[in-house]
């Protein structure tokens, strides 16, 4: 038996060729993932472990939220001097290092990655973990001196000697380039501006007399745990303190999340791969096993038992997973290669020669490859192992024809219903959490009964399809109807592995066209402003700009926005992290808010705070309690909640978690220092829009990172975000198409083997090749638009159940994208005519009387 399965095996490569493809994508998308991230983390723990300082000292953060407020937290630079005394201590340095600034040069044109990674200036010293050295020019000694690094210097075309202007919160200034230096380490992708540290802290830090941290090392045999208990007897608990092991593990975690986002968009492909390959290597098996019903009979009469045939066809699996695996495991290395390639075009020079491969890459490629195969040539083993002697003796039977599909039905039914009560339940549910566990569910279940009940549909939706082909095509139009017939098994597998990518692309469409319409809605709704100054990744920006903007000809209003990064205490027992807005006091002019209780002048008085109702009545906050909070900057504070609003926390530039907004004079009580996010401007009276927009655009030519928008920009804003995802959806779809590519070509081909007689006496009674192969593409084409109508209709439901859960955060708008659906049905329609070109041309070549003559 072990002979016949490898000689079998062997006899039908080419067969399995097309399965095996799918197995090497899914496999590829695992390994190259786990290459990857496994990488790029070695390399940021060797960089992090080399240059952290022994110990290092820096200002204690409590509250961590996504939206910056514009502060920069500093420590007394005196410290430095405080814990040199220490006994341990080598030398104490104060550092003085500000990131997300913009610098610029003679041309007003930015100096550092404009996406990616972020551009730092910060003070120069040199020590043994220095990641720089300086390799042309001098170190910085005046205030009008600085040096840049070597990768940026190449890119901008900057040269020691030219002038570049740094944009920092207390002013912008001019730096003379002096001195070029070299990444001794890996380049993380920043760009690199060092000024003396006298320079760093008034330019950067606006006093002489502050830090953002202090470097110690250690004296030669005393510990980094010993130094690091002796500095906080001597400091207290007032600062954060951390080991060079800590600070870099910590630097490592905060690199973590970017690497999970890599590795689990990748992890996200691969299953689109293994579940579209399921149904390809499924139909295969299922195909090959009924073309060797005589073989396996044989076998059976012969002395095989049910066992010895079952384990002849998974030991088949088994190998086709080992070979596609290991393929896949070879492409995976390559890919992840491509992606070390694509990080330095973004500025992040990784080596791949320094390539990670740890055993768990292969031991998940390989459980995923052989898993995949294994288990989808399970229930054909089973089948196989169903097969009689006797039918050793009849023709070969097509799988599946002929069988009932009551089983299937009641499965289906039953699934069905359990997913479409999920996906109600979602739709009814008052709160995200739970309409989100609904709506996971209801996705998988009714994918599941899609999938089971696909081949109940079979029959009436391609009688439908296939109407016109008799009266357009004659009879071959009406066989290639009946060539789809046949089989509705089969012919519901093959249309599923299209199904499942345009369900996908299907849902997310929706829901991403429904975000960008509430979106619009909310924009038309709340932003009243003739334009907003903003950086277009809302990082703030130095309070000099908005200066600029006021002394603008023709500006009339202006309202400044900050974020504050803050920890609120509600009734019900929650600390929240979270990111309150401040405004100026003529909001009202520039945005159009609606409130439940109280108003603008309520929220924006001194100690008061707004807040979203839906929110506060899920938190048992009423209108006049006070609330505790504490600020980023240490600060405690007791605001009252003095406004309710009604717009829901989606909404204009409250898309925070209660959408919290308060006056800017009470925000920079408690947080003083920190920068503009947002300058809303309405013109002055006589002066027109677009005269006032040619104002300020010339105003803020020499700053860069801000941008002047009106609403229709704004809009465009969202939507490029927006569009982001859809790039990562179509992205899916051409994967998934791909392999269901494979799945149409694998089943034609083996149909055409399948028929090769049937084949032969069409051609004997006058069938001409031209019409053989139009027969073969219009039963591609005419599977192909059945996986899409099912794979439009799933993602249709899909969609609106997502609209549903992303109502409950104030994103109600629901839109449909013909556009999208227009291009999937017309696309399905050449996914039929490509899969098709490779069979229909085997089909038409055949040998007449050899046709005939084949068993």
């Known amino acids: ?265 990748m992890l996200g492909f691969a299953g689109i791969a293994v579940l579209v390959g399921i149904f390809l290597i499924v139909n295969t098996f299922s195909m090959l096993i009924a073309q060797r019903t005589r073989e396996l009979g044989l076998l059976r009469a012969l002395g095989a038992d049910r066992g010895q045939v079952r384990r002849s066809v998974l030991l088949e699996a088994l190998l086709l997973g080992l ?240 974020f504050a990064p803050m920890r609120i205490t509600l009734p019900d027992g929650r600390r929240v992290d979270t990111t309150a807005s401040g405004y100026d006091p003529r909001l009202d002019e520039v945005a159009h808010l609606t409130y439940a209780s109280g108003g603008t002048a309520q929220a924006l008085a001194d100690g008061g705070l707004a807040m979203d109702r839906t929110y506060a009545r899920d938190h048992d906050v009423r209108l006049g309690d006070s609330l505790p909070v504490l600020f980023s900057s240490g600060q405690r504070a007791r605001l009252n909640v003095a406004a309710l609003t009604d717009m829901g926390q989606g909404s204009g530039g409250f898309a925070t978690e209660g959408a919290l907004f308060m006056g800017l004079s009470t925000l920079e009580r408690y947080v003083p220092g920190g920068q503009d996010a947002a300058v809303y401007v309405n013109a002055a009276g006589g002066t027109s829009t677009g005269r006032l927009r040619a104002a300020l655009e010339s105003t803020l030519a020499s700053y860069p990172q801000v941008q002047v928008r009106n609403q229709a920009d704004y809009k465009k804003l969202v939507h490029d975000q927006i569009a982001v995802l859809l790039y990562l959806v179509y992205a899916l779809l051409g994967l998934a198409i791909v392999i269901a590519v494979l799945g149409v070509v694998n089943t034609l081909a083996l149909s055409v083997v399948e028929r090769t007689r049937e084949i032969g006496l069409l051609r004997a009674i006058g069938l001409s090749r031209v019409q053989l192969r139009r027969m073969v593409r219009l039963e591609s084409v005419v599977i192909a638009v059945f996986g899409a109508l099912l794979g439009l209709a799933l993602g249709m439901v899909w969609g609106v159940a997502v609209q549903r859960v992303l109502a409950l955060q104030g994103l109600d708008a629901f839109a449909v994208p013909w556009s999208t659906i227009a291009a999937v049905v017309v696309g399905s329609v050449a996914v039929g005519l490509v899969a098709a070109l490779l069979p229909a041309l085997r089909a038409s070549r055949m040998n007449v009387l050899a046709a005939i003559a084949h068993e």
Request: net charge positive.
């Open 323 to 562: 070979v596609g695996s290991t393929l896949g495991l070879a492409a995976g290395v390559g890919l992840a290669a491509g992606l070390i390639a694509l990080m330095g075009l973004f500025g992040m020079h990784l080596s791949a020669a320094e390539m990670v491969f740890r055993p768990p890459t292969p031991v998940a490629s390989y459980a995923v490859g052989v898993g995949v195969t294994f288990v989808a040539a399970y229930l054909p083993a089973r089948r196989a192992a169903r097969v009689s002697p006797m039918a050793a003796l009849a023709d070969a039977e097509v799988a599946g024809a002929g069988r009932p599909l009551r089983v299937r039905a009641v499965v289906g039914a039953l699934v069905g219903a359990a997913g479409a009560a999920a996906l109600a339940g979602c739709a009814a549910a008052g709160k995200a959490s739970s309409a989100a566990v609904l709506l996971g569910v209801g996705l998988v279940l009714t994918l599941i009964a899609t999938v089971v009940a696909g081949p109940l549909l079979v029959r009436p939706v391609i009688r439908v399809l296939g109407s016109g082909f008799p009266r357009l095509f004659g009879p071959v139009g009406r066989m290639s109807r009946r060539n789809a017939l046949r089989n509705p098994r089969r012919t519901g597998a093959t249309a599923s592995a299209l199904m499942v990518g345009i369900a996908l692309v299907t849902g997310l469409s929706v829901a991403s066209t429904s975000m960008s319409k509430s979106f619009d809605q909310q924009i038309d709704k709340v932003l009243g402003a003739d334009f907003v100054v903003q950086s277009a990744a809302f990082q703030p920006f130095p309070p000099e700009v908005t200066e600029r903007v006021r002394a603008t000809k023709g500006v009339g209003t202006v309202v400044r926005q900050r």
């Open 1 to 265: 038996m072990l002979k016949a399965t490898l000689r079998g095996f062997l006899a039908h490569k080419g067969r399995l060729l097309l399965s095996a493809l799918a197995v090497v994508l899914s496999v590829a998308f695992v390994a190259g993932s786990l290459i990857f991230s496994d990488t790029v983390a070695r390399t940021f723990d060797r960089l992090f472990a080399s240059t952290s300082a022994d110990v290092t000292l820096s200002p204690k953060k409590e509250i961590d939220t996504a939206l910056p407020s514009g502060e920069t937290p500093t420590v007394p630079a005196a410290l430095a001097a405080r814990l040199a005394g220490v006994d341990g201590v080598a030398a104490a340095r104060v550092d003085a290092a500000v990131s997300g600034i913009t610098v610029v040069d003679a041309h007003n044109k930015a100096v550092g990655p404009t996406s990616g990674g972020p551009t730092i200036a910060t003070n120069w010293y040199v020590t043994r973990r220095s990641p720089v050295k300086l390799t042309r020019g001098h170190a910085p000694s005046d205030p009008g001196e600085a040096l840049l690094d070597q990768d940026t210097a190449d890119k901008k075309k900057v040269r020691v000697g030219d002038t570049l202007t740094v944009l920092a919160r207390p002013g912008s200034f001019t730096v003379k380039v002096v001195g070029i230096a070299t990444f001794t380490t890996t380049n993380p992708g920043a760009a690199l501006v060092f000024l003396d540290t006298p320079t760093a802290q008034v330019k950067l830090l606006g006093r002489p007399d502050a830090a953002t941290g202090i470097s110690v090392d250690a004296v030669p045999g005393v510990g980094d745990d010993v130094l690091k208990q002796r500095i906080a007897a001597q400091v207290g608990g007032a600062y954060d303190l951390k080991t060079a092991a800590e600070q870099a593990t910590s630097d490592a975690a905060r690199l973590g999340g970017f690497l999970d986002v890599v590795k689990y968009l």
